[in-house]
């Protein structure tokens, strides 16, 4: 009955299909970030410190997009987030072999933008979840199944595209097979996050968000 009351509320479908469609190049990135690295950029060894960098940003700059939500609102705030998302991943298709320094200012950047996906989207979901079903944990167990179903669908759709092109971790890999390596990797995310875009400027927002 929980899910019938979550899944029945136009709001909250909305809610999670932004949570969906902005989970999902995370998931894409997460999922290929290691293959990127050592093949595309050509930087072995830099995966931990560019992935610590990456989550430090996060982690340093939900409070800034939780203040300036207050002040500007969580929409305005999170389409920001998501056009700085966008921005950064678009510089990751400019990039090769020795470019760490500038992919180290993409991680800073991406990773500035998704503080705002873990300080403002559950909040919005969590007051609208308050409105309609204050006692249905269902929801938060339906908010963590997309997040969950973001990686099954990396790992089900990009790994086995790579495999098709010839791409093998480690080894000498054919330039088509790097050039999807780098598409996927940059270019997905960016068309998801434009989707979760649209859908966010056309949702109502809980009110009092």
């Known amino acids: 009955s929980g899910f019938r009351i979550v899944l029945a509320d136009p709001v909250a479908r909305r809610l999670l299909l932004v949570a969906l469609m902005n989970a999902a190049p995370v998931a894409v990135s997460s999922t290929l970030f ?4 050592e093949s595309v950029l050509l930087a072995p060894g830099m995966e931990g410190p560019l992935l610590l960098l990456f989550f430090l940003a996060a982690a340093v700059s939900a409070p800034f997009w939780s203040r ?11 389409l920001a987030a998501m056009a700085l998302a966008i921005a950064a991943f678009s510089l990751v298709l400019l990039l090769g072999p020795g470019d760490t320094v500038a992919f180290a200012l993409v ?39 997309v997040s969950k179903l973001t990686l099954a669908f990396a790992a089900v759709v990009l790994l086995p595209a790579l ?37 966010l400027a056309t949702t109502p927002l809980p009110q009092g968000a």
């Open 34 to 37: 290691l293959f990127y690295v």
């Open 68 to 78: 300036a939500a207050t002040r500007f609102g969580p929409r305005a705030m999170l």
């Open 107 to 145: 991680c800073l950047v991406s990773g500035a933008a998704l503080g705002a996906d873990f300080a403002l989207l559950p909040a919005l979901f969590a007051r609208r979840m308050e409105q309609i079903a204050p006692e249905a944990a269902a929801g938060f167990g339906l908010w963590a199944f």
């Open 163 to 199: 495999d098709a092109a010839g791409f093998q971790s480690g080894g000498e890999n054919p330039q088509g097979a790097l050039d999807l390596l780098t598409y996927l990797y940059a270019l997905v995310p960016c068309v998801l996050k434009l989707g979760a875009m649209a859908v």
